[in-house]
T-cell receptor, first 110, second 114 residues
Framework: RKEVEQDPGPFNVPEGATVAFNCTYS??????FFWYRQDCRKEPKLLMS???SGNEDGRFTAQLNRASQYISLLIRDSKLSDSATYLC???????????FGSGTRLQVQP | SAVISQKPSRDICQRGTSLTIQCQVD?????MFWYRQQPGQSLTLIAT?????????ESGFVIDKFPISRPNLTFSTLTVSNMSPEDSSIYLC???????????FGPGTRLTVT
């Protein structure tokens, strides 16, 4: 079983749609959680950290359920520029190295 | 965040040769990491580059194949030794700025081995 699992997609959605990505992780010792965005042929860029209380940044909302070991990302009012691969990432207490999911590809269409 | 540069940005190398990739950060950082992204795959950690001591390698990666240097708090190198076509990947360095475990990545080095 992979440590971090994501639906690979692709998710093809029209502009303005709301889309949700899910992620599960297997290591209960995981301490920090993130969503990264990776554009084609570019490095991953931190989109947002994910906190137990949930957090929102503009059109993006992330939630964490530690009991279910489940992380989600919601994108509202999708833009063409949101087209990218979204990577679910976790790290262990003290280790600091990141474990990546395989990524979910999003294609927003006009 | 931090400004991270990598050199070279890309290279095409012959099998059996070695390539050294450089990673430079614009501020002092305690923790630097090296990742590999094989074609169509996500990122896999190769090793943690420790300043003043030997790197810590992940399972499946060994020092003889991927020697790492970390001479100071702003610079690290990764060497891919005795290359084969299976080493064709993007190699990325990252830094942890010590804030909530967040890491920032360099632009990557795209390596093709023929």
């Amino acid at each position: 079983r992979k440590e971090v699992e994501q639906d690979p997609g692709p998710f093809n959605v029209p502009e303005g749609a709301t889309v949700a990505f899910n992620c599960t992780y297997s290591n209960s010792a995981s301490q920090s959680f993130f969503w990264y965005r990776q554009d084609c042929r570019k490095e991953p860029k931190l989109l947002m950290s994910v906190y137990s209380s949930g957090n929102e940044d503009g059109r993006f909302t992330a939630q964490l359920n530690r009991a279910s070991q489940y992380i989600s990302l919601l994108i509202r009012d999708s833009k063409l520029s949101d087209s990218a691969t979204y990577l679910c990432v976790v790290t262990d207490t003290g280790r600091r190295a990141l474990t990546f999911g395989s990524g979910t590809r999003l294609q927003v269409q006009p | 965040s931090a400004v991270i540069s990598q050199k070279p940005s890309r290279d095409i190398c012959q099998r059996g040769t070695s390539l050294t990739i450089q990673c430079q950060v614009d501020s002092q950082v305690t923790m630097m990491f090296w990742y590999r992204q094989q074609p169509g795959q996500s990122l896999t950690l190769i090793a943690t580059a420790n300043q003043g001591s030997e790197a810590t390698y992940e399972s499946g990666f060994v020092i003889d194949k991927f020697p790492i240097s970390r001479p100071n708090l702003t610079f690290s190198t990764l060497t891919v030794s005795n290359m084969s076509p299976e080493d064709s990947s993007i190699y990325l360095c990252s830094v942890d700025l010590g804030t909530r475990d967040e890491q920032y990545f360099g632009p990557g080095t795209r390596l093709t081995v023929t």
